[in-house]
């Protein structure tokens, strides 16, 4: 299924065909190194099912993108239900993991402003989150063209405190 389309782009149901591309995404160091490691391909096997479960338990998760132009799966932009323990959270969480070869085009942007639009009109939702670890700079100028606003700086309680990944950003629609 469908869910968003843009002028370059479509986010869609994960199909069997993403699973080798996601794979080698998240075994790549420079896609990973916002994240406190690189996955396995089960572990990321394993992501993909959490991730449909969530498309068919709440109606919306973290989409599929591909480009229309060529038809290549490019990795997800979309909706998280955050649970960790922070003052903000349970929340609604938008985030996006494109493949290197889709950096600097503008992509994470034009998803994820098509993605809340999609939250707030069709969805319903009242607020929407994003963070990321503080040094990922680039995830953190996207956040601010989509239009939310910085909160705050927290330690992530899923990454250890001595690691450059703890402290991380917090923006708001």
Same mark, same amino acid.
């Given at each position: 299924?469908?869910y968003?389309e843009?002028?370059r782009?479509?986010?869609?149901?994960?199909?069997?065909?993403?699973?080798?591309v996601?794979?080698? /995404?998240?075994?790549?160091?420079?896609?990973?190194?916002?994240f406190? &490691?690189? %996955?396995?391909?089960?572990?990321?096997?394993?992501?993909?099912?959490?991730?449909?479960?969530e498309?068919?338990? %709440?109606?919306?998760?973290?989409?599929? $993108?591909?480009? &229309?132009?060529?038809?290549?799966?490019?990795?997800?932009?979309?909706?998280?239900?955050a649970?960790?323990?922070?003052?903000?959270?349970?929340?609604?969480?938008?985030?996006?993991r494109?493949?290197?070869?889709?950096?600097?085009?503008?992509?994470?942007?034009e998803?994820?402003?098509?993605?809340?639009?999609?939250g707030f009109?069709?969805?319903?939702?009242?607020?929407?989150?994003?963070?990321?670890?503080?040094?990922?700079?680039? %995830?953190?100028?996207v /956040?601010?063209?989509?239009?939310?606003?910085? $909160?705050?700086t927290?330690?992530?309680p899923? $990454?250890?405190?001595?690691?450059?990944?703890?402290?991380? $950003?917090?923006?708001?629609?």
């Amino acid at each position: 299924m469908n869910y968003i389309e843009t002028e370059r782009l479509i986010l869609r149901d994960w199909l069997e065909s993403d699973r080798g591309v996601f794979q080698k /995404m998240n075994a790549d160091p420079e896609v990973m190194r916002y994240f406190p &490691k690189t %996955s396995s391909a089960i572990e990321t096997d394993n992501f993909i099912l959490a991730i449909q479960r969530e498309l068919k338990e %709440s109606g919306f998760g973290l989409y599929a $993108v591909e480009v &229309k132009e060529t038809g290549a799966f490019i990795g997800f932009i979309g909706f998280h239900k955050a649970s960790f323990k922070a003052s903000f959270t349970p929340c609604i969480e938008i985030g996006w993991r494109l493949n290197k070869t889709a950096w600097g085009k503008g992509y994470a942007t034009e998803g994820a402003k098509a993605c809340l639009q999609y939250g707030f009109e069709i969805l319903g939702f009242k607020e929407v989150y994003s963070f990321t670890a503080a040094v990922n700079t680039s %995830s953190e100028n996207v /956040m601010r063209k989509i239009g939310l606003q910085y $909160v705050a700086t927290f330690d992530h309680p899923s $990454v250890a405190k001595e690691s450059h990944l703890s402290k991380h $950003v917090l923006y708001k629609t």
